[in-house]
């Protein structure tokens, strides 16, 4: 089981001061930014970092600024600083370390890209120029649920087995999405996917001249040496294995919940757990999938991971809160909009991501399970900003939910956020969040009379898949990669 030290605490200092430094351009990272850097100047016992800035190597590209106001959503800041030790780590959200909007809407390139250029002679992209949107050029890859499909296969009958209970009601509404309705199974496939890729990568220690911090060479679970060839089966395998069905536990119980939130009428194209049952008998399943997601992880004998999926859940909260309470100015902002897109349905899958390659023996650090991170962080997103769009496009019969579900609840999507830039009378509607008589209708008028909107929301899924696949080239060459560079397109071309 791994441990953690006082020089793991520090990587919650180390995100929680990205951003302060002014962003400069990308290599202009110089000796005199490292030592006055807050990191530095507050970790006088991490001897890397202070000798790199003390021997007149470059120590790499600064850290990009962070938005402004970041107040914790469900935790205050005093609560928050009393559940801390030295052993603990809070992790800021992926959407302050990696890169939210284009540089034509007010984006700056992530530190990790920024970095990986920095060390590498040729940071030249495998994925360069791959057109996400043909689906001739990238069905020229493996086919990403075919190369899972033996791994996923006792999927439903193993997940049904681990969350049955001696409560017969309870054990069958947990159970709904399981057997019946599991739907594409799209969190578990990335899992197992990427834990193939992550098998192809070889696990390197620290260098002793490392741009990183000695503390962030941590969190790796002890592993044996794993290669593509004897990985399944064992006992990483088992333990990644594990996880997806931690992950698909934890986002199945996130939907029955939303569900009695909003009221929802149906789900996978089925009734709702709540209509089969009652909102007690859906809360309380929803309860359960999550208590015992939550012994499964812990029997995954990593504690980083576990501290990384239970900030992951934590996330899931906050986004519904922020969906609920935040202030009428801010549902303007696209910024906000992918935030809170980021805390309901990326962070999931990019904590899932970098969680896979710490069981894989990768420490937190890492250029693997920083890349993994990444990953899951533009594919999550592009995942919601495609279903945003699909939202007004697509209809109830082909995506298994009310179409215009979001405008039902109030909720303004990408479409929208850019029909209000080019029309102001939209923007009192979003503000008010559609509840006055007409206001849907309105809006609907103004989305399809504008020329640009829709395609604006294409080209911002589309741009965080392109940062998805440019993530996946930092990792080496294998199947799954490539079958995951494939699934990324199926997420923005995909009807449903």
């Not at 069905?139 to 899972?148: K, R």
């Not at 909003?262 to 789900?267: I, K, P, Q, Y």
């Not at 009378?425 to 979003?430: G, H, N, T």
Request: net charge negative; charged share 25%.
């Amino acid at each position: 089981m791994v441990t953690f030290s006082h020089s793991f605490q520090t990587n919650a200092l180390h995100r929680a001061v990205i951003g302060t430094r002014k962003h400069a351009s990308p290599l202009a990272w110089r000796k005199e930014d490292a030592r006055k850097s807050p990191l530095a100047s507050s970790l006088e016992h991490d001897k890397t970092l202070q000798s790199d800035a003390n021997d007149g190597s470059d120590a790499g590209p600064p850290m990009p600024p962070m938005p402004s106001s970041r107040n914790p959503i469900v935790v205050s800041s005093k609560a928050e600083a009393m559940s801390h030790s030295e052993t603990t780590m809070k992790l800021i959200p992926s959407y302050d370390l990696f890169q939210i909007l284009p540089e034509s809407e007010g984006g700056v390139p992530s530190h990790s890209s920024l970095l990986y250029a920095h060390l590498h002679a040729d940071p030249a992209n495998p994925f360069q120029g791959l057109d996400l949107k043909n689906e001739k050029e990238t069905n020229q890859m493996p086919e990403p649920f075919q190369l899972v499909k033996e791994e996923l296969k006792p999927f439903s009958d193993s997940i049904s087995e681990l969350v049955s209970s001696d409560q017969p009601i309870l054990s069958m509404a947990a159970k709904h999405f399981f057997e019946k309705r599991h739907g594409k199974r799209f969190r578990p496939t990335i899992v197992q996917l990427m834990a193939k890729a992550v098998a192809a990568t070889e696990i390197t220690p620290p260098a002793p001249t490392s741009h990183q911090p000695s503390w962030s060479y941590s969190g790796g679970s002890h592993v044996e040496t794993v290669t593509p060839s004897n990985h399944k089966d064992s006992e990483v395998w088992r333990r990644q294995a594990q996880l997806g069905q931690i992950v698909e536990m934890i986002h199945v119980a996130s939907l029955i919940h939303d569900d009695v939130l909003d009221e929802a009428e149906t789900r996978r194209g089925g009734d709702a757990v709540h209509k089969l049952y009652s909102n007690k008998v859906a809360v309380l399943a929803g309860d359960y999938l999550l208590a015992r997601a939550s012994v499964l992880l812990a029997r995954l004998e990593n504690t980083a991971v576990v501290q990384i999926m239970a900030t992951a859940l934590e996330s899931l909260v906050s986004g519904e809160i922020m969906q609920l309470k935040s202030p009428p100015e801010s549902l303007l902002e696209m910024e906000t909009y992918l935030r809170k897109s980021y805390y309901k349905t990326a962070s999931l899958i990019c904590y899932a991501c970098r969680s896979v390659a710490l069981l894989g023996g990768h420490c937190y650090g890492s250029e693997v399970a920083t890349a993994c991170e990444e990953f899951g962080f533009h594919l999550g997103l592009a995942y919601q900003i495609q279903d945003d769009i699909l939202d007004f496009t697509g209809v109830a019969s082909v995506l298994g939910k009310p179409a215009l579900a979001d405008m039902d609840l109030g909720l303004s999507t990408a479409p929208i956020l850019y029909a209000a830039d080019e029309f102001p009378a939209l923007r009192p509607l979003v503000m008010r969040r559609f509840k006055n008589k007409g206001d849907k209708e309105k809006a609907l008028e103004y989305l399809f009379k504008s020329e640009t909107a829709m395609k604006k929301a294409e080209d911002l899924a589309t741009f965080h898949a392109d940062k998805a696949v440019e993530a996946l080239g930092r990792l080496p060459e294998s199947e799954a990669r490539d079958a995951l560079a494939r699934l990324t397109s199926v997420v923005i071309t995909r009807k449903k």
